[in-house]
């Protein structure tokens, strides 16, 4: 007996096996606990006669039960030589436990062929804030010792860099010179004036001489300061930068101008987008455009995540209703608007896999892709024939939406699929090394 919730064995409970001849029974057995996890034997004695019978199966555990009834046996009056049916498979459920495995019958839905295409997942216009020159002059990208780049994130008035006005913008040999000849009449001034002090103190010169030489000190003190701010300026100093501030928090997409050339005034220095709300492009081409007239799905893979990211609506979220097809390339961009919220996990310049559900929508009898086995390049579904008995079959494949197929021929309703671990099953029958076993 396994749970199938998680496809193991029960570890406790009673089990009842009842032979019944119309409202009759004929023979019943039962077993108060498993012999061993997941198996029970009862011994169940054998009618009095032989004949068809219905064999009804009941387990029970106090908080939850289970029954159900085969259709007519045969009871015969000797014994059947045993063992597997031509063509069956033995794979023990000892063997089913231990590994990943499932069994579940097929599912009716509605699916339609779907189309994959590589995309990339970009800012939406309507989210997007650019950042302008506000005076002519030359850009650099850092703020407080950090060097702005694309892909950072940003928080509304955060400082991004600064803007050197044009005024500011003095040739830099230039400036290094006119500090360096600044801070040498500095020098020379503070040496006339400790001399000038020194004579006036020895009374060798009149007082108006140190006054003199007082005057050429500040004047040369206040060159050589105003020197400093203009080097300062173009160095990356405070002197008289424009700040460079986030119009708004979210991600930076763009620099348009690189770090230290000169722009205009109103000119596009950098944008900065949100990624609540994305846009997810592909290229689409002709021979697939036919098929696009009706989209019933769309989702994104990305790498790392093991669950595809719906498109929301994907009817609403469809930009490029009018497929539009470059005559150079014979393609035609596909855009999709994907409102995520703060909490989204697609980013800005992420590379994507779309999904798209196309075409007309069938009903059909469908399996989990995973359990399709390719065989010398045929499909194959594995069938369970009794509990530790297994059927290969091969199939025709219909649809797929990504998740599910849809089996055109060699599946009924009432089949039930090894949908997890049909791969170890084939290859144990392969090998041959499943060893025979009784459950005793």
Known sequence: MTGLSGYRPVTGGTLTVELRAGDRVASSASASAPARRGIFTPTLPAPAAPGEYRLRVRYEDGRRSSSFETEALRIASAPARAGAG??????????????????????????ARTLTVPATVTADPRTTHGLSASAAGRVEWTSE???????????????????????????????????????????????EHERASRLVRDGLVAGRRQQEAQASLAKAEAALRAAKQREGALSGGTGALLPLRAPAGGVVVSLHVPHGQRVSAGELLAEIASDDEVLVRATVFQLDLRELERVHLAQV??????????????????????????????????VFRHRQGPMGLLRIGDLVELTLGVGELADELTVPVGAVVELGTQPYLFLMATGESFTRRRVRLGPSDGARVAILEGLTAKDRVVTVGALELYLSSVAGSLESHQHQ
């Open 86 to 111: 031509l063509g069956e498979i033995r794979f023990l459920k000892e063997t089913q436990w231990a590994i990943p495995f499932r069994v579940e019958p097929p599912q009716r839905r509605r699916i």
């Open 301 to 334: 893979r990305k790498a790392g995540i093991d669950r595809p990211i719906a498109l929301q609506d994907a009817a609403a979220a469809l930009l490029t209703r009018r497929i539009v097809v470059d005559p150079r390339t014979l393609s035609a961009p596909l």
């Open 145 to 191: 010792g950090a060097v702005t780049l694309v892909g950072a994130v940003v928080r509304r008035g955060d400082l991004l860099g600064r803007l050197v006005p044009a005024a500011a913008g003095e040739h830099w040999s230039t400036l290094r010179q006119e500090s360096e000849v600044a801070r040498i009449e500095r020098q020379r001034a503070a040496a």
